[in-house]
Every structure is written in structure tokens, then in C-alpha cells.
Nanobody, 123 residues
Framework: QVQLVESGGGLVQAGGSLRLSCAAS????????MGWFRQAPGKEREFVAA????????YYADSVKGRFTISRDNAKTTVDLQMNSLKPEDTGVYYC????????????????WGQGTQVTVSS
């Protein structure tokens, strides 16, 4: 069992930055690849970024490449998402998730989810 708790959301102007953090607890947390997803009002939850168990590989949605950076600290079992050059279309609830597979882009492959944190980018 893995518990995930996100933090760091808030309101920011377009062009600004935010850093989200996800704290993972549970003895097996280090054995999972981690991802961030987001959901805007009236839209489906979509993939944002993922990082492999060892942190050797990272993956990003095209819409955030070059602006967002995912990282993890396996000693602390935390996963961060640094978001720069934010745009109004980045607004949504951001979720941290854990997967035991290598299908990082697929929402259905994630076993555990956090409660989400709201990110609002004003124009």
C-alpha cells in the first residue's frame, strides 16, 4: 500500500512558477515509478510527467516539455514537479500517482493516487 499526499499548488500569474511536491509513504514506495496528471474543469485527467523508479528516465507531455521538470528523492520518497513559464491552460487539479508498470503515459496503469492540489494560472 502506498499513500500519496500532494502540496504546493496555488494561484500564480501567467509566466510564473510553482513547485509541486508529492510525499509517498509505505514500505514499497521506492519500488514504484511516479507520475503527475492534471484535470481541468470539464476535461479528462491527462498525463503531465513521469519518472522511473531509479530516476534515470523522465517523460513529459508535449504541452509541458521544456517548461516542467519532474524529479524524485528516493531517500525521502518525494517526487517534485517544477513548473516554469506557466500558462492559463496549465490550470487544473494536479495529481500525483504511482505505478508498478512501465506504461507511464497511461492513467489506467497507475495503482495509487493522491487527493490532488489545485493550480490556477491567471492571464
Amino acid at each position: 500500500q502506498v499513500q500519496l499526499v500532494e502540496s504546493g499548488g496555488g494561484l500564480v500569474q501567467a509566466g510564473g512558477s510553482l513547485r509541486l511536491s508529492c510525499a509517498a509513504s509505505g514500505r514499497t514506495a521506492r519500488n514504484y515509478a511516479m507520475g503527475w496528471f492534471r484535470q481541468a474543469p470539464g476535461k479528462e485527467r491527462e498525463f503531465v510527467a513521469a519518472i522511473s523508479r531509479s530516476a534515470a528516465n523522465t517523460y513529459y507531455a508535449d504541452s509541458v516539455k521544456g517548461r516542467f521538470t519532474i524529479s524524485r528523492d528516493n531517500a525521502k520518497t518525494t517526487v517534485d514537479l517544477q513548473m516554469n513559464s506557466l500558462k492559463p491552460e496549465d490550470t487544473g487539479v494536479y495529481y500525483c500517482a504511482a505505478t508498478a508498470t512501465t506504461y507511464y503515459y497511461a492513467r489506467s496503469q497507475y495503482d495509487y493516487w493522491g487527493q490532488g492540489t489545485q493550480v490556477t494560472v491567471s492571464s
